[in-house]
């Protein structure tokens, strides 16, 4: 079965630096989160999108955007990075009203 | 404030034995409550999920219990495998449209000894 596709896995950038994260959600799906893991942390809600319009927004830094796309896949776009943004950046999809949600393997991005 | 509290923080059970992982929420809106697997370096993987009114299901190994009245909820995993070592976390949302947003536990990493 098809499954949530995040790119790249890995990440390296220098501070100050900027990133961008894509998520292609389980077809057919018509939202996608976007969530944010440190290590030893539980993931923390950043911003999701339900049929390309903005639908929740958690702690988001206002140096990150994201947006979601006609076919349905998402960018996540951090701007000025900070050693802080290292983390795990999750992307999971669901279909309306069901409330399971299907995470992706994850992006994992380091700032030197 | 942490809005679902779980516990414990770590877990070391032996093969063949029953682990039991324990949550509590505050927000009496939240109307589903998922538990996710996570192995290190991947994603979160849906293991179980319950809704307010029913008070347990069972899938296979995994039981979640549910208590309304004392906003808690529970996973147990019956005949335990070094298999499921791995993090496990509890986590609820409000569903509403188009919005399950959901909020973790901090998470249990559990260890099953061979």
């Known amino acids: 079965a098809a499954g949530v596709i995040q790119s790249p896995r890995h990440l390296i950038k220098e501070k100050r630096e900027t990133a961008t994260l894509k998520c292609y959600p389980i077809?057919?799906?018509?939202?996608v989160y976007w969530y944010q893991q440190g290590p030893g942390q539980d993931p923390q809600f950043l911003i999701s999108f339900y049929e390309k319009m903005q639908s929740d927004k958690g702690s988001i830094p206002d140096r990150f955007s994201a947006q979601q796309f006609s076919d349905y896949h998402s960018e996540l776009n951090m701007s000025s990075l900070e050693l802080g943004d290292s983390a795990l950046y999750f992307c999971?999809?669901?279909?309306?009203?069901?409330?399971?949600?299907?995470f992706g393997e994850g992006s994992r991005l380091t700032v030197l | 404030q942490q809005q679902v509290k779980q516990s414990p923080q770590s877990l070391i059970v032996q093969k063949g034995g029953i682990s039991i992982i324990n949550c509590a929420y505050e927000n009496t809106a939240f109307d589903y409550f998922p538990w996710y697997q996570q192995f290190p370096g991947k994603g979160p993987a849906l293991l179980i999920a319950i809704r307010p009114d029913v008070s347990e299901k069972k899938e296979g190994r995994f039981t979640i219990s549910f208590n309304k009245s004392a906003k808690q909820f529970s996973l147990h995993i019956m005949d335990s495998q070094p298999g499921d070592s791995a993090t496990y976390f509890c986590a609820a949302s409000k569903g509403g449209g188009s919005n399950y947003k959901l909020t973790f536990g901090k998470g249990t990493l559990l260890t099953v000894n061979p």
């Open positions: 999971a999809s669901s279909l309306d009203n069901t409330g399971e949600l299907f």
């Open positions: 077809p057919r799906h018509d939202t």
